[in-house]
Every structure is written in C-alpha cells, then in structure tokens.
C-alpha cells in the first residue's frame, strides 16, 4: 500500500467466551545456588491485566504464516542466511523477475536464500514488471493484449529460469481497487473480471501447475468479494490463495469481522475454505517494534491465515524487522520465537479482543517436545498469565517457567539475545500455574516458556541495568517532539517522544543515575541521524561534568529511523550525572552533533559478553528434550538429529562456543557454523563433558548447528566474548594494502565520518579496475571470514514511496583458487561505514586476493581484517576440574545490609577460591576438601540490589568459575 486510504465498515466481533479466572499460584522466584529470602512474584490485583491460556484446549496446528512479508527479500545475501532462517517467514511477495518496479527484490535473485532457510512459497506481483507506480500511470492498458504479453513474459522467465518454479504463486494484479486500473467496482467490475479471466487463463497456458493468487485487493470489500467468487466458479479461475490488504491501524480491530464475512460469502456462493494470505498488514508504526507486532501476528494466528507486513521503507531488511544486513533488533527476536512455535495452538483470551493497541498472544503446547509458549505484548501494565489444563503426566508436578523480554531497540539498532526476566520453578496446583510478569512498555513483547524441572533451575539475568527516556532528562536547548502511537505513519518512539534540537555547541540532555558500584558500564543511545546527506554524528559524553567519552552514532533513513549507539564508561558508585553534549569544549559543535535521542540504557559490564542457549530452546530436527533420567532438559543427538542455535555477537571478533553434553561412549560431535564445519571436537570417554571452539563470528546473528552421529545428550550451547584473540584477525587501511588498477583510486571524506583513514573508491565497474591484496604472511589455505568495512550509499532514480536502494557486490577472486561474491547492503551514507563479513575458503598458501566487481561497482573500502574462522578446539571432562558448592545468601544485622558467601570444596585437592562481589572481593589459597571458604561482605548500606557473585576456583585439575545471583534486600 502507498497511499492513505479510507478506513472499512466495521462489522462486528467474533465471540470468545470468557472464563472463570484461574486460581492464583504465589510463585517463589530462586536463584540456583543462592540462599535466598523466597519472594512471591505478584502484584496488586488493579495494576494487573490477565491473560488466560488453557492448554487443554487446542485451536488447530501451529500456523507459522504470518511471519511472511512484502518485498522482505532484496538480493542473494541481503539479509544474511542466518537472519533469513532465524526469522523464519515462510512467505514473501516479491517483484516480478527482470521487473523495473525495483532496483532489487528480483524473486530469481533471493528464490535460494527463502527456500533453504525455511520458506514454503514465494509470491511474485506481475505488475511489478512495470517501472512506475501507479502501474503504467494508473491506467489500465487500452490494448490489454499488452498487459497478457507482460503475464507471458514473468511466467516464462519464471518456469524457465527458476530451480524451484513449482513453489511459485502468481498475483495478476496489486491493489486493483485503489488506484490501479479498476477504481469503483460498479464502473468496472466487468472488466476486472474480464481481465482476470485473461490473465488466469494466460498463466495457466504457460504453466499449467501454476497457483495464482489474488484479487489482491488494498482493503477488504465484500460486494465484489461475492462478485468474484461467483465469477471464478463458475468460469474455473478460482484463485489458489484469496488475497487482500489489511493496513490500517483500526485493522486490528476490525479484520476478524472481515475473515467472517469473507468465510459467509463463501459458504454462500459454494467454494472454500480457500487459503487467505493478508499480503500488506501493520503500518510504519508497527515495523520494529516487538510490541505492536505481536498483536498482528497472534491475530493471524488465532485466525490461521498468512500475512505479510507491508512495505514502507526499502526492500531486503524483512520491512524493518532486523538491523544492518546480520543483525537483530527487537522485532526480529519476536519473529524468531513466532518461528520456534511448533505443535498446536491453544486457546489464550485477552483482556479484550479486537480493539486496537491492547494486550494480546499467541499460545501453543508442543506435546512431544513437552512444551508450552506463551508469545504475548501490547499492554502497558504488568501482565498476570493465567495457565490453566496443565497436564501434570506431560509436564509433571513440578514446573520451569522462564519468560524473556524482546524491547524496542530501534529499527536499525541491534539487539542481543533477550534476558530472562522472571525465572521461577513452581508446583502445579488443580492443573494451574500463574506467571506475573512486570510490564511497563507497551513496546515490548514477551517470551514464556513452561517445561518440566530442568537439570538445573532457571535463574534471571543478573545484569543491573537502568532505563530512562531522553525527554524525561534535565534538557537544555533541546525540543521535547511527539511521536503519537495512533500516528501509523511515523516510526515509533520508545515512549512515544524523542528530543532533538542538538544544533548549538550549548545543546545538552543530563541523566542522574544512582550508580550501584564502582566498575565499568556501558551506555546504550537509542537515536536517529538527521537524513542520510548528513552522514555518521556524534556527541560528548560527560560524568559529573567531566569529558569522560564520544557517542558516536551511524547514519540513517531519517530522523525518526532509529539505531543505537553504544559507549563503554567507568562510574564510580553513588549518584552520577550523564550529560550528554552537541560539543566537547562548550564552543565548537560536534560533527553531525544534529542527532534525535530517543531513550537512553545503563548496564554493568560483567566480564565478556556472555550467553547460555538452552538446548531444549534450540529449533530441533529429528529429536525431541528429555525430561527423563539424568540432566532433565538435555537433548538427545544421535544419527542425522540436529539442534539449531541462533547466537547474537555485539561484536565482530572471537568467540568461545561452548558445548555442555554427556555422553554414554566416546563420540564425535558436529558443528557447523553458518553451514561451515568446524572439526575436532567430541568426547574421548564416557561421562560429562564440554568441547570448545574459539571461532570468528560476525557481528549479529549466527547460525549454529549441533548434531552427534555416535550420540550425546546436549545440554547447551556457550558463548563467551574472547576479545584478547582479536590479534589473529587485526584490521589493515585498504589504502596501505591494496595495489589499485583500472581507476580504483584513494580518496578522503568529508566531515562528518566515520572512516578511518582514506577510502579506496571506484572499485569495479569494469573487469580492469581492481585491487590486489597480496595474502599475509602465516595466512595458508583454509577456512578465513573476509572483515570488510565498507560504504554503499547508491540508490536507483525512486519513487515518492520507495526509496529505491541498491545493494553492491565485492568479488574477492584467489589466484589459485575460486572466486567468493558478498553482497553489501545500502548503509545509507558514503560518508559512513559499515562493517560487513564475507565467509571465505582459501585453497593456497599464498595467492594473492583480486577484489573487484566486473558487472557493477563494488563498495567503497575503509579497512580490510582476513580472520581465521577457528582459532582452537578443546575437549575436557569439567569432573576433572574444581567443584565448588557455591551459596549466596543477603542478610540484615543492625538495620545494614550484608552478603554473606560460602564457597565449599567438594572435590578430593586443594582449591584456591577468589570470590568477587559488587562490595569488594577476597582470595582463598589451598581450601581443603570438604571444607569452606566464607566471607560476609557489607554493602555499607540499609539495602542492597539484585546482582551476582563470581567465585572462581583453581586446582592442578583445572579451573573453573561460577556466576550466582542474588535477590534484592531492604533492611530498613
């Protein structure tokens, strides 16, 4: 859809009974290892809102289609595999092959990245031959014979061109209501159907398997809805898939009417149930932003139909639902656990259904994988799930519930994998459970999960954090601007408003944050560059009114089109001042200082990033969790069963990937990392083990896939930031390693930048013009990623609603070898950078790298970095390390708050015991076996925060450290 358009007739609510509310169940939130005060997670009744679940009453298989999407798709590579096949869409409509409608989107260009990672069928809309929107300037052709010969041309191209043309739906006509062509039903609803007999019967004669879609209409209309039925019947050209558009923001409470209305018709005229897919759903709005999209898709699915977000910005992001080319943002996560949905669905009734911006979700139980998910988001107070038709036989008396948070991070702002915020095991009472979740930003969307007891007890993500958004500042020479959540045109804002006017060196935004400890924090920005002619910005970061950093932000499609910037700081504890500052001196204004701040994100940094992906949460081929026996929760891998990880890097650079199983006899175990294998790991006896990779990952989201063909019981997957090993892969300026030919040449670029450097520029375009690396010392034949910081701001001509992007490719060809393509997405700005990694498998020791493109221009290059893909295996049998029995329990005495730590040696050595809390540290050298390690640390205070201890033992056997967290206390 391109233009507003007149809001339908709504016709009425589907009824829902209603039931009795669930009793409630106080859950006791624990932490593993932790002596703890149990707390009862609940609130007051009135600031609740209930989501009822009974999972003994089915709604039908699990759907999975409304994570399709519009023009999602832009070349082979953009997005990435792994962003492809984690969101999981099992639909897209893209442009018609060869078509001039789009610079990219070509369905022959992007048919082997949908259907290998996970697509059922690709629409194409013919029209979308044309070049101009409306389709040649509205009219419809005068000698419709012209329009045929372009249906004869997409269906050839597709029958002829396509591996896979049997997975093809053909949509005739886009919209055909509004604008294009047959406006007003009564006047040309003849000739519609005239037309769509032609160009039904003309596909068919091509290709007579064909399935064709439509009418593809911009809103719902149920005159020519009976209309057509009644025509397509009784002609035979019934379309395989009934499509049309449900865009509006008062959509969401009114498409459920319309579904019926359609189902009525159909009933009536004496065809169906067809297939519906909602080719265009959701607004700007909606893109990116977990909570909006969750209401969309739980309707969908309530309803069992697919659906396509629409498309509003450009084509090849998934319509704004990921960031960069590999990375997550917020909507992508939710996407991602609407993918991991597997079994059927049960009934879940909202607060209130069809009415629009409110509580809404998805709920299904997987019996096999002895399962239940609750996908839920929209609201704005905190969220009380109610479970009821628990099967105790199937997830026993006893239950694991964990529930993640997916926050909005911007549209282009990248997001790790979602924390754990409620972790509770509880018994199941009368077939009930109850999860109060704390909820305050209708933003958000939300994960539960219900399983039986788990090996070892969920805990929540300890990490402190602080929030704050940017309006709700101490403001000086700044603009506090709306963004109104029922404005479907503007992009969302956390909050609903940012702040902008950075454009005098006095501009500043003060934040007053009671720091918890001394120690290292990082400093999260969500905002939106001023337009991309601007190019990156940045700002001065201040602490207590010292210069204590630079944020620097990436360029972007707007000003309202949000990223997020990060920068690393050091706080002492106690009440600090963040000030954030348009300059460095008080005088001079930042380059690109002109930034629209949104909502700005304190956390403490911990040691490396590290993250634990539960092996019963992985997406599992051929096996299912047991729950039975030793390590509850582990997975079974045996023959061809695989276990399917989606990882989140912050940074590109190198990683320690963990694998936590068991195994009955010495076996082999397979990791393949975005398809590429990494060799040598596995267990050479029976009994526990880990094996560890340290493997080059790229920043965002990695695909990793486990399996054992000798068979291992897995219990989870590790990663750990491993930064020091960077050196393996250190960057190089492309203008001190290239040798430049055939007009590639050096050139500077104008403040504001990014760029490091010169940038080498008019590569490719010609056979001739290329540049040569020639291969570092030490780097032979093998398995590499190709780090490339690049910038892409070409655009085609566009329209007044696309804004026409080009991807460009960078062929890297070995002398030697063969040549690698990687694809590069628009980033927006010349004057800014992006970093990009292209997987690269080198068969020589030494040939030298030729990097051009001869069929179109290649990016601008900022730095080079040739990074071996694994840098180490291990394998180790963790008995033969340190066991520690670690407790952790906050205590008053005296009205001060204390955290008393004991660390037991259970193994049969010595062990030297360091013990590292939020209020000081202590070291233990030779702890005997059986005995203990203890101190009581005060937090010098009346309370003191949740948070966690990190004790690390170390014995000739090994070493080994222990994250445990602890609860709040208040002793005044």
């Given at each position: 859809m391109r233009q507003p358009f007149p809001a339908p007739d709504p016709r009425g609510t589907r009824a829902h009974r209603l039931r009795r509310a669930a009793a409630s169940v106080g859950l006791v939130a624990l932490t593993a290892g932790a002596l703890v005060t149990p707390s009862v997670t609940s609130v007051a009744a009135e600031d609740v809102e209930v989501l009822q679940v009974d999972l003994s009453a089915s709604t039908g298989a699990v759907q999975g289609g409304a994570s399709g999407m519009l023009y999602g798709l832009g070349d082979d590579g953009v997005p990435t595999d792994p962003i492809v096949a984690g969101a999981h869409p099992t639909n897209v409509t893209q442009k018609a092959p060869h078509g001039a409608q789009h610079p990219n989107g070509d369905p022959l260009d992007v048919e082997r990245s949908l259907f290998e990672n996970g697509g059922d069928y690709l629409m194409v809309n013919i029209q979308d031959y044309y070049p101009d929107w409306p389709y040649n300037g509205g009219q419809r052709p005068e000698d419709f014979d012209s329009y045929l010969d372009i249906v004869r041309t997409v269906v050839t191209s597709i029958v002829e061109e396509s591996d896979h043309p049997e997975r093809y739906v053909f949509t005739p006509?886009?919209?055909?209501?509004?604008?294009?062509?047959?406006?007003?039903?009564?006047?040309?609803?003849?000739?519609?159907?005239?037309?769509?007999?032609?160009?039904?019967t003309t596909i068919k004669e091509i290709y007579p398997e064909a399935r064709i879609a439509g009418p593809g209409d911009a809103w719902w209309h149920g005159e020519s809805t009976r209309d057509?039925?009644?025509?397509?019947?009784?002609?035979?050209?019934?379309?395989?898939?009934?499509?049309?558009?449900?865009?509006?923001?008062?959509?969401?409470?009114?498409?459920?009417?319309?579904l019926a209305e359609f189902r009525q018709i159909e009933q009536e005229v004496g065809v169906g149930p067809l297939p519906v897919n909602i080719t265009e759903y959701a607004m700007r709005r909606d893109m990116g932003v977990p909570g909006q999209l969750v209401q969309w898709l739980a309707m969908f699915e309530d309803e069992k139909v697919d659906a396509q977000t629409a498309y509003w910005t450009y084509a090849g992001n998934l319509n704004d639902n990921m960031a960069k080319n590999n990375s997550a943002n917020g909507a992508w996560w939710l996407l991602k656990w609407y993918g991991d949905l597997t079994g059927e669905t049960v009934e879940l009734t909202p607060p209130a259904l069809d009415v629009v911006d409110t509580l809404q979700g998805i709920a299904a139980l997987d019996a096999d994988a002895r399962r239940?998910?609750?996908?839920?988001?929209?609201?704005?107070?905190d969220v009380r799930v109610e479970i009821e038709g628990v099967d105790t036989d199937l997830l026993g008396e006893t239950v694991d519930v964990q529930v993640r948070r997916a926050a909005f991070s911007g549209q282009e702002g990248e997001a790790l994998a979602p924390p754990v915020v409620v972790a509770e095991r509880v018994d199941v009472v009368d077939g009930t459970v109850t999860v109060d979740v704390p909820n305050g930003d209708r933003h958000s969307a939300y994960q539960v999960v219900l399983t039986p007891a788990l090996d070892e007890q969920p805990v929540?993500?300890?990490?402190?954090?602080?929030?704050?958004?940017?309006?709700?500042?101490?403001?000086?020479?700044?603009?506090?601007?709306?963004?109104?959540?029922?404005?479907?045109?503007?992009?969302a804002a956390s909050g609903a408003k940012d702040v902008r006017g950075f454009t005098s060196a006095s501009s500043s935004l003060t934040w007053s944050v009671d720091v918890p400890t001394t120690g290292t924090y990082r400093l999260s920005v969500i905002a939106a560059v001023n337009g991309p002619s601007v190019g990156p910005g940045s700002h001065a970061l201040f602490v207590d009114g010292e210069q204590a950093g630079t944020i620097r932000y990436e360029a972007g499609f707007s000003d309202a089109y949000r990223g997020k910037a990060e920068v690393l700081v050091d706080l002492e504890a106690g009440t600090r001042e963040l000030s954030v500052r348009a300059s460095a001196d008080g005088s001079t204004l930042l380059p690109g200082a002109n930034v629209a701040l949104d909502r700005l994100d304190l956390e403490r940094v911990d040691g490396p990033d590290t993250t634990v992906y539960p092996a019963h949460l992985a997406r599992l081929d051929g096996t299912v969790p047991s729950y039975d026996g030793e390590r509850p929760g582990s997975v079974e891998l045996h023959g061809d069963a695989t276990a399917t990880f989606y990882v989140a890097a912050r940074d590109t650079g190198y990683y320690d990937v963990t694998l936590d199983y068991a195994?009955?006899?010495p076996a082999s175990v397979g990791l393949l990392l975005n398809g590429r294998e990494v060799a040598g790991l596995g267990a050479d006896a029976?009994?526990?083990?880990t094996s560890t990779a340290r493997v080059h990952l790229a920043k965002g989201i990695t695909e990793l896939t486990v399996s054992s063909p000798d068979g291992v019981r897995l219990t989870s997957l590790t990663t750990v930031r491993a930064a020091d090993a960077d050196d393996a892969a250190a960057p190089v300026e492309a203008e001190d390693v290239l040798a430049l030919a055939g007009g590639a040449r050096l050139e500077s670029v104008s403040q504001p930048t990014d760029v490091s450097g010169l940038q080498v520029a008019w590569l490719g375009g010609s056979a001739?013009?290329?540049?040569?690396?020639?291969?570092?010392?030490?780097?032979?034949?093998?398995?590499?990623?190709?780090?490339?910081?690049?910038?892409?701001?070409?655009?085609?001509?566009?329209?007044?609603y696309n804004t026409d992007v080009v991807s460009r490719f960078l062929d890297v060809t070995e002398e030697g070898g063969s040549t690698t393509r990687g694809a590069f997405r628009h980033n927006y700005s010349w004057k800014g950078f992006w970093t990009h990694t292209i997987a690269l498998d080198l068969a020589t020791d030494d040939g030298a790298l030729t990097l051009g493109n001869a069929t179109g221009w290649a990016p601008n290059l900022d730095t080079l970095a040739l990074a071996p893909l694994v840098l180490d295996v291990s394998n180790e049998d963790p008995q033969t390390g340190v066991a520690l029995d670690v407790t952790v329990q906050p205590r008053c005495l005296a009205g001060t708050a204390y955290l008393a730590v004991r660390a037991t040696n259970g193994g049969d050595a010595p062990v030297d015991v360091a013990v590292d809390t939020p209020f000081g540290g202590r070291e233990f050298a030779g702890v005997a076996p059986g005995a203990a390690a203890y101190q009581s640390f005060s937090a010098r205070s009346t309370g003191l925060d949740a948070g966690s201890v990190t004790v690390t033992g170390t014995a000739d056997g090994g070493s080994g450290s222990q994250d445990v967290a602890f609860d709040a206390l208040d002793c005044a």
């Open positions: 006509f886009n919209e055909p209501d509004g604008i294009n062509w047959y406006s007003g039903w009564g006047t040309m609803g003849d000739t519609f159907l005239a037309d769509w007999e032609a160009a039904y057509i039925l009644t025509f397509a019947k009784a002609n035979d050209v019934l379309p395989d898939i009934w499509t049309w558009h449900e865009l509006g923001v008062e959509n969401l409470a009114t498409f459920r009417s319309h239940a998910t609750v996908l839920f988001g929209g609201g704005s107070r929540v993500d300890p990490t402190w954090t602080a929030q704050v958004q940017a309006e709700a500042t101490q403001l000086s020479g700044l603009t506090v601007v709306d963004r109104p959540a029922g404005d479907a045109w503007t992009f195994a009955d006899a029976p009994g526990e083990r001739e013009s290329v540049a040569v690396w020639e291969r570092p010392e030490g780097l032979g034949a093998g398995q590499y990623d190709l780090v490339v910081r690049y910038a892409n701001a070409e655009k085609n001509t566009g329209h007044a």
